[in-house]
């Protein structure tokens, strides 16, 4: 079984500072996929960044990095330069990609972020 | 291209009631999966099918049934609805690379 840990339940962040949203992981399974997700307050799920457990380079998407560090099982969001669109809550979610468990992804509870101007 | 969508976006039961949701995707992926998102949480698999006529429970199966006739829709049954079940349920697809999950805009369910 996997488990998703997001230890930040809200967070209030100057505008145009950078941000770092925390999430832990426990897996027993060897291949795993990491995502983050941004959920507005209008409730859609928006996806923002993956990493593999087998990627060399830490994954980025613009103004998103994702600083994963496998031996700590930590998987933590940056945001650069952040904006009062970024204004949201944050999962964390995972998935094992070994074959014989369940698929779908294994989501944390998340953290709302906030934005102040 | 319509991506994932999601019927119907609200309703509102009365406890022992059944409905059914439904998932629509035309992206021809073999994989779809069902959430549910309660306050404070982050979603939980409730089911999902990795291919037409086939479908597997999750890790919050109980009181939902669903079927997956034609590969481009998944269905989410509740046969008796309980106040538990008040939640918001969102749809997912994904094709054969294990690094997406395309979700639907969700379904908020109320049951009283």
């Known amino acids: 079984a996997q488990k998703i840990t997001q230890t930040q339940p809200g ?8 941000v770092t949203l925390d999430c832990t992981y426990d897996t027993s399974d ?8 941004k959920q507005p307050s209008s409730g859609e799920m928006i996806f923002l960044i ?11 998407e613009g103004r998103y990095s994702l600083n994963f560090q496998k031996a700590r099982k930590s998987a933590n969001l940056v945001i650069s330069a952040s904006q009062l669109g970024d ?3 944050y999962f964390c979610a995972m998935r094992a990609l070994s074959r014989g468990g369940a698929d779908g992804l294994t989501f944390g509870k998340g953290t709302h972020l906030i934005i102040q101007p | 291209n319509a991506g994932v969508t999601q019927t119907p976006k609200f309703r509102v039961l009365k406890t022992g009631q059944s409905m059914t949701l439904l998932c629509a995707q035309d992206m021809n992926h073999e994989y779809m999966y069902w959430y549910r998102q309660d306050p404070g949480m982050g979603l939980r698999l409730i089911h999902y099918s990795v291919g037409e006529g086939t479908t597997a429970k999750g890790e919050v199966p109980d009181g939902y049934n669903v079927s997956r006739l034609k590969k481009q829709n998944f269905l989410l049954g509740l046969e008796s609805a309980a106040p538990s079940q008040t939640s918001v349920y969102f749809c997912a697809t994904r094709g054969p690379s294990y690094n997406e999950q395309f979700f639907g805009p969700g379904t908020r369910l109320t049951v009283l």
């Not at chain 1, 967070?11 to 950078?18: C, I, L, Y």
Request: no cysteine; aromatic share 24%.
């Open chain 1, 87 to 89: 204004s949201a809550m």
């Open chain 1, 50 to 60: 993956y990493q593999g457990s087998y990627d060399q380079q830490n994954a980025t």
């Open chain 1, 30 to 37: 060897p291949s795993y996929g990491l995502f983050w997700y």
């Open chain 1, 11 to 18: 967070m209030f962040v100057q505008e145009k500072e950078a």
